[in-house]
């Protein structure tokens, strides 16, 4: 890595000659007139406007690209050196784009639709208080002469001409009659265009540093440096890097939307492409046996044989669509599904062997695998070793060659009580039990599909009342309902409703429907016990908690069977230190 530093002449001459690409990966200019104007105000005044981060083109990394965003005119006299040679070496630019596109439009007069003028006037007169009010700009006509009302304003170009920027500037200050305080006093008007001059020349001086990436750092690398510099704006991932690196052939992100529209539900997850090509690279690092534990990292998938992702992409996000359907049949929705990695190793396994869902016993092992793997108190993340594992797992398995490694799980009531951020990962994964288990409508009993609702028993509005808002937002006080049940409901308190809900099911004498029907939403109660409605009022509110907590984790043991461990001491609790083969 080296810095390369350029004044503006030699940027633009650069920039002109086309030497500049951008990656289509990166997003297009989006500046507004307000961010030019404030950029080229901090050349002038000689601020740091930051460094630009660029890659010299190389057949080692070979990126799709285009040229900057800027109209060009067929001569630019201003610029009083030749341009750079047709053969001199091109940059990627990685980061910076704004910036060199700014200063291509407002020093090159390359703005597809505008004029950029610097008013000399205002520059006079408000310059030293920090204002960029001498920056304007005006519609770009049939003739856009260098100098426009009575000389006041000069094209933005004209700056990087030397010579005829100083006539300008003194014929102006001098001849305008703009300043009637300069008519009788020729050295104070001299001064006046001094100090504009020395403007300009700090303007021609400048200089902007450039980082340059060795040229033979890899993609790889390249991503990894892109996403540290720009974590605040567009976030690159491999996938953008792929795409720039095979187009036209393949077209990935023509693939991608292919996919997503013969399988909506890849939709439904946003699913990246890079998933797809994660899968590909799982499928050929198992065929080819190159390690003992695959692993889709980047410089993997950036390798992958172009023929090869077109003959086999399909394939993967069918399988891909597959794994999505089998996550939302055990009740992950897009808003609680795990991370992405989690689909990535079960799509895998589906193209290595397909139809195994239909196979019971892997199916059985997959159900307690998901929710060991997202009830456990510090789920492993899904980088791409466990990713790469769990795929090496689940093909042993359905070889009959390997166990799997089920995480260890263990609850308290007081625990489940405590989750209460819906963004969380155990929250979701209760959710995923709730809807799991929970298959028909507590209060109506109708069956539960399409779209649910998350919804407060005891409503959030009693906080005004006294009740602690992190328990009215409890897992165990939310319920899973439809849209139609939760509008009904709203902000009404249980002990409202309940009571008249049992009622009329002891008055039909279905109570024991109702009763399963609230065991299976985990609220332990019999609608036909006398102290029933006292169950649901605001004073038994700590006590339904717990009682609901309960039945929560009695359905956790439930479905991590074996893999329930009861803690000898905290330090005990979820550890992965058992290996239980499903049956």
Known sequence: ??????????????????????????????????QTRLLIDSIARNYPVGS??????????????????????????????????????????????????????VFLDAHPRQNYYFDLKKMH?????????????????????????????????????????????????????????????????????????????????????????????????????????????????????????YYPSPDLKGLLDASKEAHPMLNDYEIDGERVLQILSLFYLR????????????????????????????????????????????????????????????????????????????????????????????????????????????????????SIQFPRVHFETAEIIDISHTTGGRYKAIQVLMRNTIRKDFMTGSALQGDLEDHHIFPYALNKSGLPKRQLNSIANRIIVSKSTNRDLADRNPDAYMPELASLHVDQGSHQDLDRRLQTCFIPYSCSEPEFEKRFRKEAFRTFLEDRAEKIVERIREVVGDAWKEPRDSEDANLEDGEFVAT
């Open 52 to 105: 630009l981060l660029i890659l010299g083109e190389n057949d080692k990394v070979s990126l799709k690209s285009r040229k900057l965003d800027a109209n060009y005119p067929p001569e630019d006299e201003n610029l009083d050196e030749t341009y750079d040679e047709p053969g001199s070496e091109s940059y990627y630019v990685l980061d910076g784009q704004q910036r060199l596109t700014s200063i291509a439009r």
């Open 125 to 245: 007169e408000v310059f030293s208080e920090e204002n960029t009010a001498w920056i304007v700009s005006r519609r770009r006509g049939k003739k856009n002469p260098e100098r426009k009302e009575n000389n006041r304003l000069i094209r933005s170009d004209v700056a990087l001409n030397q010579q005829k920027c100083d006539v300008f500037i003194s014929e102006y200050m001098e001849d305008s009659g703009d300043f009637p305080e300069f008519e009788s006093d020729k050295t104070a008007a001299r001064q006046a265009a001094a100090r504009l001059k020395g403007v300009f020349e700090t303007i021609r001086k400048f200089s902007i540093p450039f980082v340059a990436l060795d040229n033979n750092a890899p993609l790889e690398s390249v991503c990894r440096v892109f996403e540290t510099i720009n974590s605040t704006g567009t976030r690159l991932t491999t996938f953008d890097l792929a795409v720039a690196r």
């Open 1 to 34: 890595m080296q810095t390369i530093n350029f004044d503006i002449g030699q940027l633009l001459r650069k920039v002109r000659s086309g030497h500049f690409l951008i990656p289509q990966f990166q997003r297009d200019f989006t500046w507004q007139e307000g």
């Open 287 to 402: 065929k080819n046996r190159t390690s003992k534990v695959p692993q889709a990292t980047r410089s993997v998938l950036l390798s992958l044989e172009r023929q090869y992702i077109e003959e086999q992409w399909e394939d993967a996000a069918f399988h891909l669509h597959a794994a999505c359907e089998w996550i939302n049949g055990l009740g992950a929705t897009a808003e609680t599904q795990p991370p992405h990695g989690t689909l990535v190793s079960i799509a895998a396994t589906l193209m290595c062997f397909p139809g195994a869902l239909l196979q019971p016993k892997f199916s059985n092992m997959l159900n307690k695998w998901y929710f060991c793997t997202t009830l456990a108190a510090n789920p492993s993340p899904a980088h791409n070793y466990k990713i790469g594992d769990d795929f090496r797992r689940f093909c042993g398995f359905l070889e009959g060659q390997s």
